[in-house]
């Protein structure tokens, strides 16, 4: 089991950054592939980002592509998501995941780890 706790979200206005942060705890960091995933109201849970155990492999929905960047620091057992270019569109609760079934997956079924959550709100 691996805990994970986000943070850095908060009201922006658009065109506005953000980093996101989520520090893990439990099992070896590494172990993990990571992934930032996020949900508007009334919609459904959709991924952001995702990033492979060693940071070699990356993935970003193509609504972020260009504006946000995933990294992790395994020494640090946190994952980040730097925001750029932020849209209204982009306001949702973002959520951090981690699993274990393989390197890296871009497939937010296989993540079986969650954080709470954090709110980020663009406004126009």
């Known amino acids: 089991q691996v805990n994970l706790v986000e943070s850095g979200g908060g009201l922006v206005q658009a065109g506005g950054s953000l980093r996101l942060s989520c520090a893990a705890a439990?099992?070896?960091?590494?172990?993990?592939?990571m992934g930032w995933f996020r949900q508007a109201p009334g919609k459904e849970r959709e991924v952001v980002a995702t990033?492979?155990?060693?940071?070699?492999?990356?993935y970003y929905a193509d609504s972020v592509k260009g504006r946000f960047t995933i990294s992790r620091d395994n020494a640090k057992n946190t994952v980040y998501l730097q925001m750029s270019i932020l849209k209204p569109e982009d306001t949702a609760v973002y959520y951090c995941?981690?699993?274990?079934?393989?390197?890296?997956?871009?497939?937010?079924?296989?993540?079986?780890?969650w954080g709470q959550g954090t709110q980020v709100a663009v406004s126009s």
């Open positions: 439990g099992h070896t960091f590494s172990n993990y592939a």
């Open positions: 995941a981690a699993t274990s079934r393989s390197p890296w997956s871009t497939y937010l079924n296989s993540y079986d780890y």
């Open positions: 990033i492979s155990r060693i940071g070699a492999s990356t």
